[in-house]
């Protein structure tokens, strides 16, 4: 099946940084969304980009689907941004996503 | 904006009891789908619903588990003989389109067997 890598595992930063989560992935995709997920356990969605680059607010993300990788730019982070980001994609064949393990972001004050 | 809402927000059940997980899908939402985390780990799929019947199961989704659209706008999961290892986050997630569109997760119910 695909599989799904996410890098950094871990990143801890200084509140007003700015980052660069990637998501590689091993095969087509016909949907890819970012999440974060909040210290209550709640997923978020971020952004749902097949393919582009969307920008909200300090969040932004581009997808190149040919070379089969995302990444999500976060700028000027804040505490609040801190938890953990996944990267979700939907295989060509089917309807699921399937997740990566994860990037856990720590902004310290 | 729309919400796939869950409830219970916490459930804690002991081992061999049978529960059942709520979901009230987006509106007009036609694909509707359960995922678990277990604590610590990433995502995992369950099953994916569509038409009331279910259109792909994953490994985990053995006899213990099922789904049920009992009216027009709940969704449920119930796990027959809860087991330990059961435990976990539980989401519910629906989407317009299915393949090709965007999810939206409900809150999540986190399950303790005890």
């Known amino acids: 099946g695909i599989q799904v890598e996410q890098s950094p595992p871990d990143l801890i930063l200084q509140e007003g940084a700015n980052s660069t989560l990637r998501c590689n992935f091993s095969d087509s995709v016909n949907n890819l969304q970012w999440f974060h997920q909040n210290p209550w356990g709640q997923l978020i969605n971020l952004f749902y980009?097949?393919?582009g680059t969307k920008q909200n607010g300090r969040l932004s993300a581009t997808t190149v689907a040919t070379e089969r990788y995302s990444l999500l730019y976060i700028s000027s982070s804040q505490t609040t941004d801190s938890g953990v980001y996944f990267c979700?994609?939907?295989?060509?064949?089917?309807?699921?996503?399937?997740f990566g393990q994860g990037t856990t972001l720590q902004v310290k004050p | 904006e729309p919400e796939v809402t869950q409830t219970p927000s916490h459930q804690v059940t002991q081992m061999g009891q049978e529960v059942i997980l709520r979901c009230v899908p987006i509106?007009?939402?036609?694909?509707f789908y359960w995922y678990r985390q277990i604590l610590g780990q990433k995502v995992e799929f369950l099953v994916s619903?569509?038409?009331?019947?279910?259109?792909?199961k994953s490994e985990i989704f053995d006899d213990q588990f099922s789904v049920e659209r009992p009216d027009g706008s709940n969704f449920t999961l119930k796990i027959r003989s809860t087991k330990l290892e059961d435990s976990a986050m539980y989401f519910c997630a629906s989407s317009e389109r299915g393949a090709g569109g965007g999810y939206t997760f409900g809150s999540g119910t986190r399950l303790t067997v005890v």
């Open positions: 509106s007009n939402h036609l694909y």
């Open positions: 619903f569509y038409n009331n019947e279910i259109s792909e």
């Open positions: 980009i097949p393919s």
């Open positions: 979700a994609v939907g295989p060509s064949n089917t309807g699921k996503l399937i």
